[in-house]
């Protein structure tokens, strides 16, 4: 694929990083109104790479994580054509804070991709712009949560990301995912935070679908650990055999199986 530059190296380069001055760092930026358009000309293009990178880890039209790039394509452009990166603009936005970082750094990636030989400039421009977004992104998060997270839950937590097996924890009502860890991310093509709030069926061959809900709604009415031989499959459709695991944990809120899987091959 051609570069931005219509075959020509890429304006940018290695000039295009942020302009880290202690005076006004993380503001001033090197002005590039070239990426700038490109970035808005091209948005349907690296949408497209995006949704093949993440397959149904990608996000839909209409959700709030898809307004949240869209945003960040804004702010970037518009830091990138006026040299400077303005507070970005995140009223009203409500998604899930871990699988958006991961998205960001996938759409960066996909980027970079989308233009061809130009892909390292695209990153180095965009890089010091993502950190600043998702800054903002995470104090504006934190701001709206419940603030500390008791000890025992981030060495539970700790403890579940040191998992070999893949570990998703899934929503036995309406099969969303609420936590996995990185060996799950690894298993299914994508990175572990973009499988948050995902529909855990969409890695799930169609003709075994039916098998994993009967598996959920076992766990729902009964509180015996339950193992099974099924099927997953990862962004890019290919089939993965595994065996699983499945407990159960209730809360006054919600049913959730907890599914450890190792695939048999």
Not at 123 to 141: H, Y
Not at 162 to 173: G, K, M, N, P, Q
Not at 208 to 217: A, G, K
């Amino acid at each position: 694929m051609r570069g931005i530059g219509h075959g020509h190296p890429i304006l940018f380069g290695t000039t295009a990083t942020a302009i880290e001055s202690q005076l006004d760092y993380p503001r001033r930026v090197t002005r590039n109104p070239q990426l700038a358009a490109w970035l808005i000309a091209r948005r349907a293009l690296i949408d497209s790479v995006l949704a093949a990178k993440l397959g149904p880890a990608a996000p839909r039209a209409g959700a709030e994580e898809t307004e949240v790039l869209r945003r960040f394509r804004s702010f970037a452009a518009a830091a990138l054509q006026h040299g400077e990166a303005a507070q970005p603009a995140l009223d009203g936005l409500r998604a899930n804070d871990r699988r958006v970082a991961a998205l960001l750094a996938a759409w960066v990636d996909a980027a970079a991709e989308a233009s061809g030989t130009s892909g390292d400039g695209v990153r180095k421009a965009l890089r010091p712009l993502l950190t600043r977004f998702q800054g903002s992104l995470k104090t504006t998060t934190a701001s709206r949560r419940k603030r500390g997270t008791t000890r025992t839950r981030r060495a539970v937590i700790a403890a579940i990301d040191r998992v070999a097996d893949a570990f998703l924890a899934v929503d036995a009502e309406n099969a969303r995912v609420v936590d996995a860890n990185p060996a799950a991310g690894a298993l299914l093509g994508v990175a572990r935070d973009a499988l948050l709030g995902l529909d855990a069926m969409s890695f799930v061959p169609v003709p075994v679908r039916n098998d994993w809900w009967t598996e959920l709604d076992a766990v729902t009415e009964n509180a015996e650990p339950r193992r099974f031989l099924g099927q997953l499959q990862d962004s890019q459709g290919s089939a993965i055999d595994v065996e699983c695991s499945v407990t159960r944990f209730a809360t006054r809120q919600r049913t959730l199986a907890l599914i450890v899987a190792r695939p048999t091959a």
